[in-house]
């Protein structure tokens, strides 16, 4: 059974940055596509970003691109989301989720992830 256990959300001040981290149990990081998404109050959950298993491409939102990147680390089967130059519209939950066997044009796609964290709280508020 893979579990995935986020950290790292707090509240920053605009402009400042975070870095999330999605621990992995279960399977090893390389062999899994992993996702994060984010659910802001009043909003349909989003895709933020992705890596691909294996060769470890990377796909962003086109909200995020350039702010925020998300890396493995295998030695610590953890997955990160580097965020930067944060404003008041990256206030959400963030949720990082993982499969196997997932093709590339489906890595946007939360339905397409079987296994789920319990979500972190970023707060962007001066």
């Known amino acids: 059974q893979v579990q995935l256990v986020e950290s790292g959300g707090d509240l920053v001040q605009p402009g400042g940055s975070l870095r999330l981290s999605c621990a992995v149990s279960?399977?090893?990081?390389?062999?899994?596509?992993t996702g994060w998404f984010r659910q802001a109050p009043g909003k349909e959950r989003e895709f933020v970003a992705a890596?691909?298993?294996?060769?470890?491409?990377?796909y962003y939102s086109p909200s995020v691109k350039g702010r925020f990147t998300i890396s493995r680390d295998t030695a610590k089967n953890t997955v990160y989301l580097q965020m930067n130059n944060l404003n008041s519209e990256d206030t959400a939950v963030y949720y990082c989720?993982?499969?196997?066997?997932?093709?590339?044009?489906?890595?946007?796609?939360?339905?397409?992830?079987?296994?789920w964290g319990q979500g972190t709280q970023v707060t962007v508020s001066s």
């Open positions: 989720a993982t499969g196997e066997r997932l093709i590339t044009s489906s890595l946007t796609s939360q339905s397409q992830y079987p296994y």
């Open positions: 890596i691909k298993s294996n060769g470890g491409s990377t």
């Open positions: 279960g399977r090893a990081v390389a062999r899994l596509s």
